[in-house]
């Protein structure tokens, strides 16, 4: 037993960060909200839906090891059935089939899962068949599939976007209060990382574990890799999806932008910035993003270029982002 | 017919114009070692690769037992029993000796779509792991990771997952490659008294444990096999020793 | 729908695959020989769009702005792959997606640092803007011709090179062992630079050919990138030959496509707004229904090369 004692304070390293971080971000929202700061207030919203995302991703990318270039899709899906559900409540039209418009939270949440999950099949069928290469590309070019159709589809907004009036609604809060709709974000950062923990410490995770290191293992020890892969992509997909109808009510704006490569490309960078395939990765990582987003945009509107250098930098020599500078190597037990 | 656990009928398997393939058929009974010698190139590791699954036949059958295997996947022959190693090791690598033992164990107790009890303190799956994992005699390194292990220790491993999987039979390929005398005569004994419960085809390049082990041993020659029987018969056969052993 | 518009199209819909076959050579030659996938290249056909509008600019000359873009585009894939790329190889999928799309931040950024936001001036020259006379009165543009006769040519020097060649020989070797070709003393290294370089000169050739019919602007090169993986991933990844008869096919069906699909589908919508709306849509996503269609009945590509 002379290894635990090592593993033990890794771990305890890493907890540590994990609560630290959501910590931070707790506090640093009421008290931005104490000074009055409601565009900051949202900020942190903000911050909290990209990790919420990126948990999602990481999902299927951390732990899967299936590299989305196409989850966008699923970002945007959700943002979309957000923005369109308000737009026919708002008019009192029909969408299809007798579908009227809602504007409750929940409502939508559970239509954003069905919606997400049954593209996510469908994508998951075709491209999961296939290895690495393929895939990246497959899964990009169904997004832009997707992006292509939004973008020509002129009811809702095409490459305008389409604007709320409101936030959409949750019981017992005021969802266009800065700090409610903050708390209801949290709240579902909260749900994710712990769901997630769930699983990946469950049989299933240590499948999908042993998906993503070795396929040729896991089929040896008797369990198909496959319907493996495809629900751990249709998961993420759905917890991408809710991030993304969040994030519709925070902004009350939807455009095609969010079903974009570019956007693809976000989503894996929040992961990258904190640590891929670790639990909290996207949570720093979708601060840090924000944080760069914000204060260094504010000094130059090339601040991408900046980014682009730090995750060059990163993917070269510190593969395991803030998470691994600040708590080590990855544990495994 | 009950005795035979495993019959290959007619296996047949070309690269256009290469016959990897060539007709065979054999079986692997009730209680014995059945070892499969030959030359490289003469298409052992085609062979292997239709029996488990990752290589489609173009025509023949696999038995395992009463069960025809031939269209199933890797997974599922796994799952019915047929356990094997790897001449290279094929581990998860990250994961401790325990964690790769407890992979096998959670498929053969059931479904992986469990998502809420967390593995690392259920019993069922530690406790399964830690007997397989002593009997192999690895228990001391059970939390080592599998990348830290010599290369000794992770033919072992290799087979304990296989044995997790509480197989009707056991395909070894090459599993004295590369370990030292001590080892080998270790894993030698472990195949004798195992071969009892659990029927073994060996694929193996050291002779001395071939001839030790084998209750019959078949010779692969261009994808054909050239001659099957005892390990007297073999060494007192012509075309063995031309073929194979050199002149 | 007469022979003429038709023939007006199929001579669209082949310029349109030429440059995506400029682009997917490169993508599918690295590819093939080194394992890796580059997501910059469409950086690189952008950068040879840069270099071939300055120039052009500046000396007057088109001829030189087009030398300027093929070897502008060569010089800046020769210095990424000696400073990033070179790290990729034995990396993981992820890594060189992430790094290669760190990249195209870098390159964009960097490219309206310098050049500012709005587009840059270029358009075809007066000498190459003349029309070729057809049937009927009808004409098609002199330079769209130019683009699909050098897009065969390059075809043809790459064919000849690959087969022809020493470089080609350890371009083929590289791609079906590389441990081998190392081990065997050929100096991998710049072959992997030279293979990157050329891949990166055709691209920023494609740049130069469409930047004057288009505009020359940052993020010109990440949709034709776009397309060129649907390209390769139809062709068969690691197969130029694929690259070929990808890039055609889907030059073809992206073209004929849009000018065609109104007219199908006017046999089964009446109403002429959402008859447009749905054309548009829908001609936008061919492509990659195509590519799903293919990947369906061969999830390798059509001529998938033995990597």
């Known amino acids: ?333 | 017919m009950t005795d035979t656990i495993l019959r290959i009928e007619a296996l047949n398997k070309s690269f256009g114009a290469l016959v990897a393939t060539d007709n065979v058929s054999f079986d692997v009974k009730k209680g014995e070692i059945h070892t499969l010698i030959g030359p490289n190139g003469s298409g052992k590791s085609t062979l292997i690769a239709q029996i488990t699954g990752w290589l489609k036949s173009d025509s023949g059958t696999i038995w395992l037992k009463s069960k025809n295997i031939s269209n199933l996947s890797v997974a599922k022959r796994s799952r019915l029993g047929l356990g094997r190693s790897f001449q290279v090791s094929c581990l998860a690598m990250e994961l401790s000796a325990r964690r790769n033992v407890m992979l096998a164990i959670q498929s053969q107790q059931g479904s992986s779509f469990r998502f809420w009890k967390a593995i690392s303190t259920d019993k069922k799956l530690t406790d399964e792991a830690d007997a397989i994992l002593s009997a192999l005699d690895i228990l001391d390194f059970a939390d080592t990771r599998t990348n830290e292990l010599s290369h000794g220790k992770r033919r072992e491993l290799e087979v304990a997952c296989a044995l997790a999987l509480k197989p009707k039979i056991l395909l070894l390929d090459e599993p004295m490659a590369g370990l030292d005398p001590a080892s080998t005569a270790g894993l030698t004994k472990f195949l004798e008294q195992l071969k009892t419960e659990i029927p073994i085809l060996l694929i193996e390049h050291d002779m001395d444990a071939v001839f030790r082990l084998s209750d019959r041993i078949s010779v692969l020659l261009y994808g054909k096999i050239v001659f099957s029987g005892t390990p007297d018969e073999i060494k007192a056969s012509s075309v063995v020793r031309e073929a194979y052993l050199g002149k | ?307």
């Not at chain 1, 994030?247 to 939807?254: H, S, T």
């Not at chain 3, 000696?82 to 997606?97: E, G, K, S, T």
């Not at chain 3, 050329?198 to 090169?221: D, H, K, Q, Y």
């Open chain 3, 1 to 307: 729908m007469t022979s003429l518009l038709l023939f007006e199209q199929l001579l669209n819909g082949l310029q349109l695959g030429m440059t995506l076959f400029l682009m997917a050579a490169g993508l599918t030659l690295v590819f093939g020989v080194m394992g890796l996938i580059n997501l910059a290249h469409g950086s690189l056909y952008m950068v040879g769009a840069f270099c071939c509008a300055w120039v052009t600019n500046t000396t007057g000359s088109f001829l030189l702005g087009l030398l300027a873009g093929f070897v502008g585009a060569a010089i800046a894939g020769a210095i990424i792959e000696v400073i990033v790329i070179r790290r990729l190889y034995n990396r993981d999928h992820l890594d060189q997606v992430l790094a290669t799309f760190a990249l195209i931040l870098i390159f964009s950024e960097g490219t309206s640092w310098i050049f500012g936001a709005s587009p840059l001036y270029l358009s075809v020259p007066k000498w190459l803007s003349g029309s070729i006379s057809l049937w009927d009165g009808g004409s098609y543009p002199l330079y769209r011709l130019l683009i699909i006769i050098i897009g065969l040519v390059i075809a043809y020097g790459l064919y000849l090179l690959i087969t022809k060649t020493r470089l080609g020989m350890r371009i083929r070797a590289g791609q079906s062992d590389r441990e081998m070709i190392a081990a065997l003393g050929v100096d991998i290294r710049t072959i992997y630079t030279v293979v990157f370089a050329l891949g990166a000169a055709l691209a920023g050739l494609a740049g130069s050919l469409v930047g004057a019919l288009r505009s020359v602007e940052v993020g010109m090169g990440e949709p034709v990138l776009i397309l060129a993986l649907v390209v390769i991933v139809i062709g068969g990844i690691g197969s130029v030959k694929g690259a070929l008869i990808g890039a055609i096919l889907v030059g073809f069906v992206d073209t004929l496509g849009r000018v065609f699909l109104p007219s199908l589908l006017g046999f089964f919508i009446d109403d002429i707004s959402s008859l447009a709306t749905l054309s548009a849509s829908l001609s936008s996503i061919l492509v990659y229904v195509l590519m799903a269609l293919i990947l369906t009945i061969r999830p390798q590509g059509l001529f998938p090369a033995n990597a």
């Open chain 1, 1 to 333: 037993m002379h290894n635990t004692n090592p593993h033990k304070t890794a771990r305890k390293r890493e907890t540590i960060v994990n609560g630290l971080a959501l910590l931070t971000i707790f506090i640093a929202a009421i008290w931005l909200n104490l000074l009055g700061e409601s565009y900051y207030v949202n900020l942190v919203s903000r911050v909290v839906i990209f990790a919420i995302a990126g948990v999602g991703l990481n999902l299927a990318l951390g732990y899967g090891g299936m590299v989305s270039l196409g989850h966008a899709a699923f970002f945007g899906l959700g943002a979309y059935v957000s923005g369109i559900a308000a737009f026919h409540f708002g008019d009192g039209s029909e969408f299809i089939a007798g579908f009227s418009g809602t504007n409750q939270m929940i409502t939508i949440w559970v239509i954003s899962i069905i919606v997400t999950a049954f593209f996510a099949l469908i994508i998951g069928l075709i491209s999961i068949r296939t290895t690495g290469v393929y895939f990246i590309m497959i899964t990009l070019a169904f997004a832009q599939m997707i992006y292509y159709f939004a973008l020509s589809w002129p009811t809702y907004g095409g490459e305008d976007g389409l604007l709320m009036l409101s936030r959409n609604q949750f019981p017992f809060l005021d969802s266009d209060n800065d700090i409610h709709f903050f708390a209801l974000c949290f709240g579902l950062l909260i749900v994710s990382l712990f769901l997630t923990s769930r699983i990946m410490s469950a049989r299933f995770g240590a499948a999908l574990d042993v998906a993503r290191m070795n396929e040729v293992r896991l089929a040896t020890a008797g369990i198909n890799p496959y319907p493996i892969k495809l629900t751990a992509f249709v998961f993420s997909a759905i917890i991408v999806g809710l991030a993304g109808a969040l994030f519709a009510d925070l902004n009350r704006f939807v455009s095609p932008d969010l079903l974009s490569w570019q956007m693809s490309g976000e989503l894996i960078i929040f992961i990258l910035l904190g640590g891929v395939g670790r639990l909290y990765g996207p949570v720093i990582g979708a601060a840090l993003f924000v944080l760069l987003e914000t204060f260094l945009g504010g000094y130059t509107d090339h601040w991408k270029l900046f980014l682009g250098l730090i995750l060059l930098i990163i993917v070269l020599f510190a593969k395991g982002g803030l998470i691994q500078l600040l708590a080590g190597d990855k544990r495994h037990d």
